[in-house]
């Protein structure tokens, strides 16, 4: 069973910078696109910016400008260069895959805190 493991999170106050990185245990074939997900306290899971297997990026309103996807279709990564951090940002960060096998493969999450 492939699994996606994610690190980078962590406590940064305002303005500074996080970089996640997502990593499957194993190559995964077929990635169709490969995004970033996030999940506040009392909130759904939205999705914060995704990557297609062409390179095509999206990003939600409000982290355009100030986040950066990049993927390694060759690697089975994807990473989420997060700068200018607010308070808002804060929540659990989840990394995802999805295949053109209908696979959906989800990280375990990793908290990044921002303070004011």
């Known amino acids: 069973q492939v699994q996606l493991v994610e690190s980078g999170g962590g406590l940064v106050q305002a303005g500074g910078s996080l970089r996640l990185s997502c990593a499957a245990s194993?190559?995964?074939?077929?990635?169709?696109?490969m995004g970033w997900y996030r999940q506040a306290p009392g909130k759904q899971r939205d999705l914060v910016a995704s990557?297609?297997?062409?390179?095509?990026?999206s990003y939600q309103d409000s982290v355009k400008g100030r986040f950066t996807i990049s993927g390694d279709n060759a690697k089975s990564a994807v990473y989420l260069q997060m700068n200018s951090l607010k308070p808002e940002d804060t929540a659990v960060y989840y990394c995802?895959?999805?295949?053109?096998?209908?696979?959906?493969?989800w990280g375990q999450g990793t908290q990044v805190t921002v303070s004011s």
């Open positions: 194993s190559n995964i074939f077929g990635i169709n696109v």
């Open positions: 990557i297609t297997r062409g390179g095509t990026t």
């Open positions: 995802n895959i999805k295949t053109s096998l209908r696979n959906n493969y």
